[in-house]
């Protein structure tokens, strides 16, 4: 059966804790332990320079989006990054997509000897022979970059990506608010996102970022029970007072593959008006905080870890 966030309710367990504060949340991802396993996801209208350096600042993980106008850009914004780093444990977190400009950003970086600490091959389908290219570039250019790719959602494309020279795979495709890949193209996880999950965790042996289809914390929690290590989620941050999209763009939450965005063809994605939630993101991420302690304490342990035994019904096949 195929299941997705409303066909499944989590089963409560006996409470082992006295109180919700005392329930960890953090979580490690390559060599750094970070407060939560939740990442906003890496999109124009949800996070820009300030809000990576507000997450990075608080030990949130973060990985900046691809769509900046030049090579320059990124490079000024890495070298920031990279100067913070030597003084207060900042890390850089970039994507980057599989096109001439991203191999010429590449190039230029290791020319000037910047090497972010985590590097995301983001494209909405990643398993192709293109893709795979890149991974090996990746690699031998930054040997010791934390390397993510996505987006898969097989267990199909989980073996294929257990072979590879990577470190994290991001699992989703076409489970976004905004995405229209489903309605252009037939393909995707929409409707069956914990099912992608689940099996492709069952036979990955990196961990797996769920990407897309969040709308709410206990979405979160539903796919750290089937398999998640972290979950990426865009527009419960969008509606943050300090996101790109409530300062700059008047509400206007967009896909990166959106008319709005890339202004190319092969359009997969929309926009939206979202409303103004009036945290700011810091918030936001205290909010999410205390919702996963109180799932916790519902698990009946004291961890994230607590979610790998924890019980689900199936409550509707709709």
């Known amino acids: 059966m195929n299941l997705n966030f409303d066909n499944v309710q989590l089963v409560p367990r006996r409470c082992i804790v006295k109180s919700r504060k005392d329930c960890d949340t953090t979580v490690f991802l390559g060599k750094r332990v970070f407060r939560l396993p939740v990442i906003p996801a890496n999109m124009k209208s949800v996070v820009n320079r300030d809000i990576c350096s507000k997450l990075a600042f608080n030990n949130y993980m973060y990985i900046n989006h691809r769509f900046y106008d030049n090579t320059n850009d990124i490079k000024k914004y890495l070298t920031e990054q990279m100067n913070n780093a030597v003084l207060t444990k900042y890390m850089a977190s970039i994507s980057i997509g599989i096109g001439d400009k991203d191999i010429k950003l590449l190039q230029e970086l290791r020319d000037i000897r910047v090497s972010p600490e985590y590097i995301t091959i983001d494209v909405a389908h990643a398993y192709s022979e293109e893709v795979r290219a890149m991974i090996h570039r990746v690699s031998s250019m930054f040997p010791d970059a934390f390397l993510i790719v996505g987006n898969i959602c097989t267990r199909e494309a989980a073996e294929y990506m257990n072979h590879l020279p990577i470190d994290c795979i991001k699992v989703g495709i076409a489970t976004g608010k905004i995405c229209t890949t489903r309605e252009k193209t037939g393909f995707g996880s ?101 919702d996963l302690q109180s799932a916790i304490s519902y698990a009946g342990g004291k961890n994230l870890s607590t979610f790998k035994t924890v019980d689900y019904r199936i409550i509707s096949n709709g």
């Open 190 to 290: 929409y409707g069956w996102q914990l099912s992608a999950i689940k099996e492709c965790a069952e036979i990955s042996k990196f961990p797996i970022i769920a990407d897309g289809g969040i709308r709410n914390t206990g979405d979160i929690v539903k796919c750290l029970v089937f398999g998640a290590t972290m979950v990426m989620a865009g527009n419960i941050f969008a509606g943050c007072v300090d996101s790109p999209c409530m300062k700059n763009d008047e509400g206007l939450y967009y896909g990166s593959a959106s008319k709005h965005n890339n202004k190319k063809d092969n359009i997969e994605g929309t926009s939206t008006v979202v409303e103004s939630n009036g945290l700011t993101i810091l918030e936001k991420m205290d909010e999410i905080k205390q």
